[in-house]
């Protein structure tokens, strides 16, 4: 299969080139693809005639959509739109990543694809609007993949770092540690995720619509960040706080956002637990 991947310099994308089993990649840099420049990116598709397109680009930081919620609905909703009216006219795939965030957080079980999405901030609200916008555009061929907590070995793109290896490097720094206590997620290695995919790509039953993958399990962060500490037994003490659903800036997340992955088990492809897959990633990284 010949794939074209966006955003291959992220966490994702990184973990994606590495774990590739034995496809045809294309993974041009940012500086050859800017994906707010829908000819440009029409044409390095077009070029490439490729079966698949693994889109892992987004603007994800939080508090930036908030503030510039025109770029945000840019990137995530209207570029993925471009995307999917290509990969349908070129009869491609489309693999489109979304968020744990589609979701108002009011549910006390993990939610499932079927779930009704209810977002809480501008981030959340256009990560749905690329779903519908893909879904909408390219219905035969496009893929919605929601996850939940990635973190992979180099950290995401506009930040730099992960959750963990923030935590670690707070760990041996001796500094301690308040997290929050009251957000319930479901933790996901962008290398299980990865794989995941490349499962998902390969299964002779692939439909499209909406998959979620994660890792199983659930956890709260500060109950994650203990686990991390116990990993590589530190003692720095983690505190647990409970911030109502904000973070420390103020900006609202959903309460409990765990993800079950229903559709992709039902064609038997299912995730180690967060805990296997954090031990094998501090084993890895650290």
């Known amino acids: 299969m010949k794939i074209f991947i ?30 707010t420049r ?6 390095a598709i077009l070029g490439a005639v490729p079966d698949c397109v693994i889109n892992c680009a987004a603007f994800h930081n939080l508090p930036l959509c908030e503030e510039q919620p025109e770029q945000a609905f840019l990137v995530n909703c209207i570029a993925v739109r471009n995307l999917a009216t290509i990969c349908a006219e070129a009869g491609a795939w489309l693999v489109n990543f979304s ?9 006390h079980t993990p939610y499932i694809e079927s779930d009704t999405p209810g977002p ?10 690329g779903e519908y916008a893909a879904l909408a555009t390219a219905t035969q061929r496009a893929v919605i993949i929601r996850t939940c907590g990635l973190y992979g070995q180099g950290g995401a793109g506009s930040k730099g770092t992960n959750f963990v290896d923030s935590r670690v490097a707070e760990m041996r720094a001796g500094r301690r540690i308040e997290i929050s206590c009251e957000q319930i997620v479901t933790p996901t290695s962008t290398n299980d995720l ?30 994650f960040t203990r686990a991390i500490a116990e990993m590589v037994h530190s003692p720095v003490e983690v505190v647990p706080v409970d911030r109502g659903g904000r973070d420390s800036r103020g900006f609202r997340r959903p309460l409990f956002s765990a993800l079950g992955n229903t559709r992709a088990a039902d064609l038997g492809i299912k995730l180690p637990t967060w805990e296997v897959a954090l031990r094998n990633y501090l084993k890895w990284c650290f």
């Open 38 to 43: 829908p000819d440009q990116v029409r044409g």
């Open 194 to 223: 990865s794989r995941a995919v490349y499962s998902l790509l390969a299964h002779p039953e692939l439909c499209p619509g909406i998959y979620h993958l994660v890792n199983e399990g659930s956890c709260s962060w500060y109950q």
């Open 99 to 107: 968020s744990d965030y589609v979701f108002s957080g009011d549910k």
């Open 6 to 35: 966006i955003g291959g310099n992220g966490q994702l994308g990184r973990d994606l080139v590495r774990n590739n089993p034995d496809h045809e990649l294309t993974v041009p840099g940012r500086d050859q693809l800017d994906l």
């Open 120 to 129: 809480l901030q501008v981030y959340g609200i256009t990560r749905l609007a």
